[in-house]
């Protein structure tokens, strides 16, 4: 429902229509609460936070977790616009929509909030930058990257980033 979120990602409508957002917004949370959990595949990943979260709604503060979730949001698609989830490559933004760059940026931004919210605006689109050529986050993309391994790589760099 936050408009800024669901126009930063382009959706064709057959992807708005089969909820892809909402996913993603549960995707992001389950990520940021407990990535270090994570073992294989982030499908059941993601059930499992979600029914936990059902189950236990007292350890999820949904008002917080608003907060953050359109606080970073609103920094990166400012900073970025229509290239914030898309890889950056050979000086320039290519490809479509990158799940990887998604939780990467998301993640790194919402555990270091406080931090980065404070950097002057060039200083957090350039570190943004540096995470989509970070080589640790290269390394650990693409085919056969949905493992624990590359999942803990992928967040590293982003921690490695914006906490600095």
Not at 46 to 58: F, G, K, L, P, V
Not at 88 to 111: I, P, Q, T, W
Not at 119 to 147: H, M, T, W, Y
Request: with cysteine; proline share 1%; hydrophobic share 40%.
């Amino acid at each position: 429902k936050y408009k800024l979120f669901a126009e930063s990602l382009n959706l064709s409508e057959a992807k708005e229509a089969s909820m892809y957002s909402s996913g993603l917004v549960l995707r992001f949370f389950a990520l940021k609460n407990r990535y270090e959990e994570f073992e294989h595949d982030v499908e059941p990943f993601i059930t499992d936070y979600a029914r936990e979260s059902i189950d236990n709604i007292e350890f999820f503060d949904m008002n917080e977790e608003k907060r953050v979730f359109v606080e970073t949001v609103k920094l990166i698609v400012n900073s970025l616009g229509d290239d914030a989830w898309r890889h950056y490559r050979e000086g320039r933004h290519k490809g479509g929509f990158s799940v990887y760059v998604f939780d990467a940026l998301m993640v790194g931004v919402a555990r270091n909030l406080e931090h980065v919210i404070s950097l002057p605006s060039e200083e957090f689109r350039d570190r943004c930058l540096e995470l989509k050529q970070n080589s640790e986050f290269v390394r650990n993309i693409g085919a056969g990257a949905n493992i624990k391994s590359a999942m803990l790589g992928r967040m590293s760099a982003a921690k490695e980033v914006f906490s600095r």
